[in-house]
């Protein structure tokens, strides 16, 4: 029932996940479409203020550090998510099995 409750709030649209977002932790699929679009917006705008300064040294700057935050953060998402599913992974197949039994816990501090 839970499972079939997240597929449909993820098929309500951007503008529902990003909302949805503030009351969820971590971050959704929405608000990454809608940080990537913000991203290419400012990209196209950057493109344009080189071109229009014959590559200004300033804006050059600016958009190679643009570049680089957006790369950044889309890694950064990336290696979270990949995280969060190895740890989920990690807990539900044989987290029991890595355990020690209480006993020889006990033992050793005998």
């Known amino acids: 029932m839970a499972e079939e409750d997240r597929q449909a709030a993820k098929s309500n649209g951007i503008f529902r ?10 971050v959704n699929r ?4 809608v940080m990537n679009c913000a991203f290419f917006a400012l ?10 300064t014959n590559f200004n040294l300033h804006v050059c ?4 550090l643009s570049a680089l935050l957006f790369a950044s953060i889309n ?3 990336k290696e979270a998510t990949a995280t969060v599913s190895k740890t989920a992974r990690a807990s539900n197949t044989g987290s029991s099995s890595k355990t020690k039994p209480r006993s020889a816990s006990k033992k050793k501090k005998l």
């Open 17 to 26: 996940d990003v909302v949805d977002s503030i009351f969820e932790p971590g």
């Open 30 to 33: 929405g608000v990454i479409v």
């Open 43 to 52: 990209f196209f705008i950057l493109v344009y203020l080189l071109i229009a």
């Open 61 to 64: 700057a600016l958009t190679v």
């Open 75 to 77: 890694w950064f998402i």
